[in-house]
């Protein structure tokens, strides 16, 4: 028998045809075209199902979620919003703050040191030198994806890392320092760990910092992330820290 009316289908199906809608069109539209779309697009049954689809969670996913209509946007907005981390662009994306003696330089990870990085498709990094070499990178996080709103009232975890490593031949000093920024660029959360000082003759092995920020205020709606250093001989050339892998991430990971 033929339906007349696509609300005469039953709740099930409409359910299942709307698990295929884009999610933000059925907020911003679908959502408002009657009280039944509203009340079955509320249910956490369609959004469970979406994140079935997508992959976000298995048939067997047992943790406890608090919201799932959140959860499924923040799993689809997961990522490194951090641009060019690895140097595969050389300095795009990045704002050179202090370029001391001989300059930021990038160059190729060599075999061995592959094999020591723990991501394989890591293949460069930068390099700093014998003044004070600082980058930095603004993200934006309406401009990411991340509406005013999900912030302000989820506020979700904000995971921070990167990846540094000394030379054998000569010590060096690396620093980070991270900030939540509100509209006006007012610091609402820092991490900003004691510079790393790494002595002549060490193992030259990479080492990963990081932190997550959670609880903080509302309000943030952009991050601030600079990194670099310095080598601690004065030599010429490019000794200080390397550094590559950086990331900044949102809410829960994609396992």
Known sequence: MAVGNINELPENILLELFTHVPARQLLLRCRLVCSLWRDLIDLVTLWKRKCLREGFITEDWDQPVADWKIFYFLRSLHRNLLHNPCAEEGFEFWSLDVNGGDEWKVEDL??????????????????????????????????????????????????????????????????????????????????????????QKSDAKWREVSHTFSNYPPGVRYIWFQHGGVDTHYWAGWYGPRVTNSSITIGPPLH
């Open 110 to 199: 060599s075999g061995d040191q592959r094999k020591e990085f723990p991501n394989a498709q890591v293949k460069k990094y930068f390099v700093t030198s014998y003044y004070t070499c600082l980058k930095s990178q603004v993200v934006d996080l309406k401009a990411e994806g991340y509406w005013e709103e999900l912030m302000d009232t989820t506020r979700p975890d904000i995971e921070v890392k990167d990846w540094f490593a000394a030379r054998r031949d000569c010590g060096s000093k690396y620093q980070l320092c991270v900030q939540l920024l509100s509209s006006a660029h007012v610091p609402l959360g820092t991490f900003q760990p004691d510079p790393a000082t790494i002595q």
